[in-house]
């Protein structure tokens, strides 16, 4: 069965409908911001997802686009559940309900979604315990991406990251906490990216879900939107430096305060 085009489809899997603000930066000319090209998050939290349009396989066109659109997610910024209806996935993407079904199994496979009998599917939440290692994780591979940063990415992007981040230089990230948010997981994605590996990229794409999400909430808990800002303009100062020793070193601080941050205020996770 082929798909049919449509301009975009949205999922809002309770979630209230909001409307959507624009974004005061620019992105960085290094890659679309989820690594997938399909679906992502809006400014009000949604699960968002975009049709596919049939040139290779359904099932593999279905499994990006879900899992873009799930990693893209802020599960953890409301405390129910996000249930997905395979029905109303089938109609937003234009196909028939078996790829759909083939894709849910393969994102079940790998730990994105769970399936409960006579409930549904529903997105995986990590408890406390699994998100502090996932940001260890995490650190260590975006540590090792700013090291190889200094040495691989181009004059033109490093200096770039000074006005695709201006976000970090006005000093008052608690005044516009959302934009900020949104700046901060580019930022650490854009580490990522500029590193060009892609064996780094890959195992990332898989735990970005639930950084993301702890990453957003962790900003909005005591003092963490502030020093964030101050560590990630040290951050940009190295890599523009091109210190491979220090930035790595710093990205790996910063991703280790995240996990500490976690553990004394993630309580409500378990």
């Known amino acids: 069965m082929s798909a049919r085009r449509i301009d975009k489809a949205r999922l809002a899997y309770q979630f209230p409908r909001k409307k959507m603000r624009g974004r ?8 679309d911001d989820d690594g997938q090209g399909r679906g992502g998050m809006t400014d009000n939290g949604q699960f968002c997802i975009k049709p596919i349009v049939a040139n290779s396989s359904l099932r593999t066109l279905a499994y990006e686009a879900l899992k873009a659109a799930i990693t893209n997610m802020d599960i953890y910024g409301r405390p129910d559940e996000v249930r997905l209806d395979e029905r109303k996935l089938s109609q937003d993407l234009g196909v028939s309900r078996t790829p759909v079904r083939e894709a849910l199994t393969v994102l079940e496979q790998e730990g994105f979604v769970r399936s409960e009998a006579r409930r549904g599917v529903f997105v995986i939440k990590k408890t ?9 994780a995490w650190a260590a591979l975006e540590s090792m991406a700013a090291r190889l940063a200094c040495a691989r990415a181009t004059d033109a992007q490093l200096r770039s990251l000074r ?44 735990l970005l879900m639930h950084v993301r999400g702890i990453r957003n909430t962790a900003l909005r808990q005591g003092d963490r939107a502030e020093e964030s800002i101050k560590e990630h303009v040290r951050i940009i100062k190295a890599l523009e430096a091109r210190d491979a020793d220090l930035a790595e070193a710093l990205v790996r601080a910063h991703g280790l305060g995240l996990a500490e941050h976690v553990n004394r205020y993630g309580d409500h996770l378990d």
């Open 128 to 136: 406390k315990r699994e998100i502090v290692g996932m940001i260890h």
């Open 163 to 206: 006005e695709t981040f201006p976000e970090f230089y006005d000093g008052k990230p608690n005044e516009h906490i959302d934009e900020y948010s949104e700046a901060n997981i580019r930022f650490h994605q854009t580490i990522i990216a500029l590193g060009h590996c892609e064996v780094i990229q890959e195992l990332s794409s898989n």
């Open 24 to 31: 005061s930066s620019r992105r960085p000319d290094i890659g």
